[in-house]
């Protein structure tokens, strides 16, 4: 069959599952995030940019807040890379470069289940897989100037609008010319710099919101990186990294991947096509892997990397494919990986055959928010129709306010832009609710029949709206109620507990508890 149908069939029919699983689960709690995020839009957010919330935004104005809503663009991305994969793999090498770098890319675990998943790694993946080959069309029409060149930097700006990360790529461009001595002349020609210009004008949406909210994204990306903590050299973070690396990305499909890269290292100043692809994956491994040294990095963060790593080492392998071990390797790489993506994209099936896990499954994640958060709103009706009141809800962490906040049929949302589930107060800027309406906050008071037009309110002459009125908290069962919340109402009791459990065994516990007559924390 020819190559190029057998790669279109192959990623019809996975994007044919893949809908069709897009409803099966639950909201992961970031998804849930992200949606609530698509419903306020902005430039810019507290860890992101602002391409997941419009993203969002855009499918469920189309098919609803609901989870296929939600998640419609992730197959539709993994479809784009894919494509992208192998016509780059196509142009660069052949054909069966292309088809196994597409197959190998659709059975790492980490890749599949982010084509199910609505997080901004999709997003960052397939505009990075973009800028990558657009770049090259631009390099090989080098020296005329083409409109590759603002293309390549819109792509990446796109990319940095999702995940800050993708700023790594104009680095790459950089190196890449800087390493290959026929290019080093893109430094006196007009195109590099177009590049760089669109990629600059895309920047500017998420530093005016930053300037305009504390630069609280820079706290944040130290925060993550835990620079904000003592930095030193610890041994057994690295080994985390890779650790973690070969369980997410398959531990034979990595062990491939490093094998490759490591053995094509003496080539990258004799072929210009392995120059390209390793200096395009590099710079961000190894940024991630010197974070790793203080404190082990998230396997998802260096994904991009990932993509042109990829691409070299289906070249390298294809060039010893005749080779009978290495036939017999490559099968049982992407056949394991196959089977570690199904089985983490349901678990289920394990659980099913009797299998139980030594700790929590991480697909956990994906299931119980829907039914938990019916058990909340049943409690809810109840508690109002015996108080006669109407009660706000609060939650103690993002991911549960998120969550709930989807979940909730009577969202009931207090006023415009206000969450229908709001964070425990508190001064501290610790995620994007602290930039929404709190329930904490004061407004300006009514004015009054005979105000003088001239009178102002400050915000101490403001009033608190929700002063006097009762809430719901919904918390981790393991702790009690913060001081935030026993200080700031006049009675906090439990009124519930809500269990999730599992084939037979327990997920999680929220505890609720009613909060009666807001009165502010005291100063």
């Known amino acids: 069959m020819n190559k190029t149908r057998a790669v279109w069939l192959f990623i019809a029919a996975l994007t044919l599952v893949r809908f069709s699983m897009l409803g099966s689960t639950d909201l992961e709690f970031d998804e849930a995030h992200y949606w609530m995020w698509s419903?306020?839009?902005?430039?810019?957010?507290?860890?992101?940019?602002?391409?997941?919330?419009?993203?969002?935004?855009?499918?469920?104005?189309?098919?609803?807040?609901?989870?296929?809503?939600?998640?419609?663009?992730?197959?539709?991305?993994?479809?784009?890379?894919?494509?992208?994969?192998?016509?780059?793999?196509?142009?660069?090498?052949?054909?069966?470069?292309?088809?196994?770098?597409?197959?190998?890319f659709n059975v790492m675990p980490i890749f599949n289940v982010g084509a199910f998943v609505m997080t901004t790694d999709a997003l960052s993946i397939f505009f990075w897989t973009a800028a990558m080959f657009t770049f090259w069309l631009a390099v090989e029409k080098s020296p005329r100037f083409s409109f590759y060149w603002p293309l390549t930097g819109l792509l990446i700006g796109l990319g940095f609008l999702?995940?800050?990360?993708?700023?790594?790529?104009?680095?790459?461009?950089?190196?890449?010319?800087?390493f290959a001595p026929r290019l080093r002349q893109e430094y006196k020609r007009p195109g590099l710099y177009w590049l760089i210009g669109i990629f600059v004008l895309c920047t500017i949406p998420p530093i005016l919101w930053n300037a305009q909210h504390a630069w609280i994204t820079l706290t944040h990306l130290r925060t993550r990186g835990s620079l904000n903590e003592d930095v030193g050299f610890r041994p057994l973070e690295p080994l985390k990294f890779f650790g973690e690396h070969f369980i997410f990305y398959s531990p034979l499909l990595f062990a491939a991947l490093v094998w490759a890269v490591v053995g094509s290292w003496r080539r990258v100043n004799q072929q210009f096509k392995v120059l390209f692809l390793f200096w395009f994956g590099l710079p961000v491994f190894v940024f991630?892997?010197?974070?790793?040294?203080?404190?082990?990095?998230?396997?998802?963060?260096?994904?991009?990397?990932?993509?042109?790593?990829?691409?070299?080492?289906?070249?390298?392998?294809?060039?010893?494919?005749?080779?009978?071990?290495?036939?017999?390797?490559?099968?049982?790489?992407i056949l394991l990986g196959f089977v570690i993506s199904l089985f983490s994209l349901d678990s289920d099936l394990l659980r099913s055959a009797g299998f139980r896990f030594w700790?929590?499954?991480?697909?956990?994640?994906?299931?119980?928010?829907?039914?938990?958060?019916?058990?909340?709103?049943?409690?809810?009706?109840?508690?109002?129709?015996?108080?006669?009141?109407?009660?706000?809800?609060?939650?103690d962490e993002r991911h549960r306010a998120s969550e709930i906040s989807f979940y909730l049929k009577d969202k009931r949302v207090e006023g415009p832009e206000h969450p229908p589930v709001y964070l425990v107060e508190s001064q501290d800027l610790v995620n994007q609710f602290s930039f929404w309406?709190?329930?904490?906050?004061?407004?300006?008071?009514?004015?009054?029949?005979?105000?003088?037009?001239?009178?102002?309110?400050?915000?101490?002459?403001?009033?608190?709206?929700?002063?006097?009125?009762?809430?719901?908290?919904?918390?981790n069962y393991a702790k009690g109620p913060s001081h935030n919340i026993r200080a700031a109402f006049e009675s906090v009791e439990p009124v519930g507990t809500i269990e999730l459990r599992r084939f037979g065994e327990h997920v999680r516990y929220w505890q609720v508890f009613l909060c009666r007559h807001y009165r502010t924390l005291p100063l």
């Open 437 to 475: 309406p709190r329930y904490d906050q004061f407004v300006d008071a009514p004015a009054r029949p005979n105000q003088s037009p001239d009178e102002t309110f400050t915000e101490q002459k403001g009033v608190n709206l929700f002063v006097g009125r009762s809430a719901l908290l919904v918390r």
């Open 162 to 178: 999702s995940r800050f990360t993708n700023a790594f790529e104009v680095v790459c461009v950089l190196l890449v010319l800087a």
């Open 39 to 104: 419903e306020r839009l902005a430039a810019g957010y507290f860890s992101k940019g602002p391409g997941i919330a419009f993203a969002i935004r855009a499918s469920t104005a189309i098919f609803g807040p609901t989870e296929f809503g939600v998640r419609f663009w992730s197959p539709i991305l993994a479809v784009g890379t894919s494509l992208l994969l192998f016509y780059f793999g196509r142009r660069l090498f052949n054909e069966n470069v292309g088809l196994w770098a597409v197959i190998a």
């Open 288 to 333: 991630y892997f010197t974070l790793s040294i203080n404190h082990v990095a998230t396997p998802n963060w260096d994904a991009v990397s990932f993509i042109s790593l990829g691409l070299l080492a289906a070249h390298y392998w294809h060039e010893r494919i005749q080779n009978h071990g290495v036939r017999i390797f490559a099968t049982a790489a």
């Open 359 to 395: 700790r929590s499954d991480p697909s956990d994640r994906l299931r119980g928010w829907k039914t938990m958060t019916a058990e909340v709103e049943k409690i809810r009706n109840d508690l109002e129709a015996k108080l006669g009141e109407k009660l706000f809800l609060i939650a």
